[in-house]
């Protein structure tokens, strides 16, 4: 039984259910200090005067200290994604040291036997701040005459991409749909929180962190703080969630190492809840208009989509490639003859945006799933026929979208088909319109989601195309050793993902041996280190590779020992279930007694090293463009606002499946954060720039109780861009439900001229929508 496709229990969850594992906050080191950060309460202010005085005669206080303490070493938190070549990106001091920008920003620190002390010392701080306008409104922002956030304005970037003939198709266009939705801001809500630990041994330095990105956050800390970078060990123990939020260069890193450089002890520090909602960077917050062109028919002319997109104070890691990475998706699985995409990237007084699961595919997903219901809801056509009028037909695979992507494989109408079997369409649109015909207090909402997106990040040369400041490629390394098990050292750090089971089966198959011989390696730069790291959905498709290709390499290197040892030519042997066999002979040797050959050495070919260890580094040609069909019923009381999912369905086309019950957790996960946006989840400021919601009160995260129970199935057509056919997963739930959630509560209202509800979907919105409609 091959062990690809089969639903195995994950290893590795034992261990991190139970707790019993390696959590960056649970590592000691002798003499630990424990660094606490005082964060500027104001949005934006001049800093006076900072006077760590006090805090340092506090029992068990070791150093404090301001901004202006590191000055001149603490360099400037990294942007690598520069999208345009007139991008303002400002300095982005890890410490504030002459303003502060945004509520949350740290203006200085506390260093102390215990963070209990660290935490009193911090209030015998005194700061004096000289408050700024805060800036929050994007619109507000652009406007001439508006406060500045930097010196150099408000716009951090501006660019259009026009393809096809944008007038031409507007023009006499029997049908125009002109739409403005808003992407509300999210804050990611890991389990862990962010825990940094940092010791140096003279001149090396070793941190722990809780990061999704152990070897890009090596490269930028070595750039940022002048360590060499091969004295700079980074090491990601178990990482408990991170959705985005934890790929990223923080200012805590960087203080952290700047601290046991300087005090020569390690120095470690745990975000509070609280903290982590103001300082976490946040997702999503665009405001989309977005135009429609079409035929009488509903057959698509043109699309037509102007952004902007709320930067927060800085550019982050790859904050304003966020919005990029939607530019290609806005079009999604429709043919069309023309598409604009326009975005500007505006600075405001907020905590900065950047990747949250999905990164910019989520938000162009929602904007054309919610348009197109509109455009149905124009012709007085179903929203699915709608839709079959304009997708790529499975016989037209592989196909060039309007916005230049190559789709290599995909079959919506099968997806659709099963997923329609599955919710009983036909059934509940019957129960609508008799609901709606006896006007029912409670109505009945059925909407709909027809998603693909680009995912697997890579390939290198599209992502330099794309200005982005690194590769796409993965690494991944094999040993065997004498004894016949094998260990597999892996460049992707998962955080929840399943890599060591999902891996593990990978292995096993490549190289015919047990399943349970078969350990994972990860996110330590000293034992892996080449990797880029686990982010867009790419572990598998890019990473994975890696892994069979060092594998493949291994059988390679083992043919020619067998070959020796059997006194065969190479080209006699056939490998099967781990052991390479001569045709027409019952001589054989497994992999596993080659390992052993190899280690003793005895007899070995000339040339042929003691070893049949080999790694791979593996950067596809394309992209990986998982698709499918998400439906979902949804009830709304017309008296109280309230939206109810019903019944919800989601049929997923992930390419070949290697382990399906990581795919189901996967989905599941990635459903339950787009129903969030959709009813729960919103950053709300007030009008001086004052996160009201940095606390689990005020930030509503949905239980399992506010959940409904999904039904999920697959069909499967393989990628063609990398030879597993395995397409990514990770991000395909969030992506695909939000739109299908509100076009439900949308479509529950539709009958009372209602064609949008702002996110997230609330009793009051949605009262207040029935309200105005009644007026």
């Not at 997109?309 to 079009?331: E, H, I, K, R, W």
């Not at 045709?583 to 054989?588: L, V």
């Not at 390419?655 to 189901?664: A, D, F, Y």
Request: hydrophobic share 40%; proline share 6%; net charge negative.
């Amino acid at each position: 039984m091959t062990e690809v496709g089969r639903a195995r229990r994950r290893k590795e969850d034992a261990r991190l259910l139970t707790g019993r594992t390696r959590w960056t906050d649970n590592l000691q080191q002798p003499g630990t200090l424990h660094v606490m950060f005082l964060r500027s309460p104001i949005a934006h202010a001049r800093i006076a005067r900072v006077d760590v005085s006090a805090a340092r005669g506090l029992p068990g206080v070791v150093a404090a200290f301001g901004g202006q303490d590191f000055a001149e070493e603490q360099g400037s938190l990294p942007c690598a994604w520069p999208v345009s070549d007139d991008i303002v990106i400002p300095d982005h001091p890890p410490m504030a040291v002459s303003e502060v920008r945004y509520v949350g920003e740290a203006v200085a620190c506390v260093v102390a036997t215990d963070r209990y002390r660290a935490a009193d010392a911090l209030e015998a701080i005194e700061v004096d701040y000289e408050p700024l306008p805060a800036v929050l409104d994007m619109h507000d922002a652009l406007t001439e005459g508006s406060p500045k956030v930097h010196d150099a304005g408000n716009q951090a970037f501006s660019v259009k991409i026009t393809s096809g003939d944008l007038e031409g198709a507007f023009r006499d266009a029997p049908v125009v749909i002109d739409r403005t939705f808003i992407q509300q801001r999210l804050i990611p809500s890991a389990m862990e929180p962010r825990a940094v630990m940092a010791a140096t041994d003279g001149d090396t330095f070793t941190l722990w962190s809780s990061t999704q990105i152990p070897h890009v956050l090596r490269v930028m800390l070595a750039v940022v703080t002048g360590i060499p970078e091969h004295k700079l060990r980074v090491i990601a123990p178990d990482v408990g969630g991170g959705f985005g939020s934890k790929l990223q260069v923080t200012a805590e890193e960087v203080l952290c190492l700047l601290l046991t450089r300087r005090l020569g002890r390690p120095v470690k520090w745990t975000e509070s809840r609280s903290e982590g909602n103001l300082t976490v960077h946040h997702g999503r917050d665009q405001i989309q208009h977005v135009r429609l062109a079409a035929e009488a028919d509903g057959r698509i002319r043109g699309l037509q989509v102007d952004l902007l997109a709320d930067m927060g104070a800085y550019l982050m890691l790859v904050t304003p490639g966020v919005p990029m990475l939607g530019a290609s998706m806005f079009n999604a699985i429709y043919k069309m003859d023309a598409y604009e995409f326009a975005c500007t990237g505006v600075f405001t007084t907020k905590m900065p945006t950047d990747a949250y699961r999905g990164a910019g595919r989520p938000e162009a997903t929602y904007a054309i799933e919610r348009i197109m219901d509109e455009l149905a809801a124009e012709l007085g056509v179903d929203p699915l026929e709608v839709r079959r009028r304009n997708w790529i037909r499975h016989e037209e695979f592989p196909y060039t979208t309007i916005s230049g992507l190559t789709y290599d494989s995909g079959n919506y109408e099968a997806a659709t088909d099963r997923a329609i079997a599955l919710f009983g369409y036909d059934k509940l649109r019957a129960e609508q319109a008799d609901r709606r015909d006896r006007g029912d207090a409670v109505q009945l909402g059925i909407g709909v989601s027809t998603y693909t997106e680009m995912c697997g990040l890579a390939p290198s040369r599209l992502l330099g195309m794309a200005k982005y400041g690194a590769g796409g490629w993965e690494h991944g390394s094999v040993r065997m050793l004498p004894t016949g098990k094998v260990e597999v050292i892996t460049g992707t750090s998962p955080h929840g993902q399943g890599h060591v089971t999902a891996w593990s089966q990978i292995a096993a198959d490549a190289l015919g041996v047990p399943f349970e011989d078969v350990s994972v390696i990860h996110g330590d730069t000293a034992i892996a280190p080449k990797g880029m790291d686990t982010y867009g959905s790419r572990s598998l498709v890019v990473g994975g590779v890696a892994v069979l290709k060092a594998c493949e390499k291994v059988r390679d290197k083992a043919r020619t020992l067998a070959a020796h040892v059997l006194e065969c030519s190479p080209d006699d042997l056939e490998f099967a279930e781990g052991a390479f066999k001569v045709r027409g002979t019952e001589a054989q040797r497994t992999i596993q007694e080659l390992a052993y050959a190899a280690f003793t050495a005895h007899d070995l070919p000339d040339g042929v090293e003691p070893r049949l260890d080999s790694d791979a580094t593996f950067d596809p040609d394309n992209y990986s463009f998982p698709h499918g069909t998400h439906l979902c019923a949804v009830e709304v009381d017309t008296e109280t606002g309230m939206a109810k999912i019903r019944s919800y369905v989601a049929v997923d086309d992930v390419g070949k499946v290697v382990n399906p019950l990581i795919v189901e957790g996967q989905v599941h996960g990635g459903i339950a954060q787009g129903v969030a946006q959709a009813l729960f989840e919103e950053a709300v400021y007030d009008a001086e720039g004052n996160l009201l919601t940095a606390t689990m009160a005020d930030y509503l995260l949905p239980s399992a109780a506010d959940l409904p129970t999904f039904v999920t199935d697959r069909t499967e057509t393989p990628a063609t861009s990398n030879p597993l056919g395995v397409k990514g997963v990770g991000e395909a739930g969030t992506i695909a439900s939000t739109p299908a959630v509100v076009n439900a509560v949308v479509d529950a209202l539709r009958p009372h001229g209602i064609h949008d509800v702002q996110m997230p979907c609330t009793p009051e919105r949605v009262w207040r929508a029935l309200e105005g409609a009644r007026r």
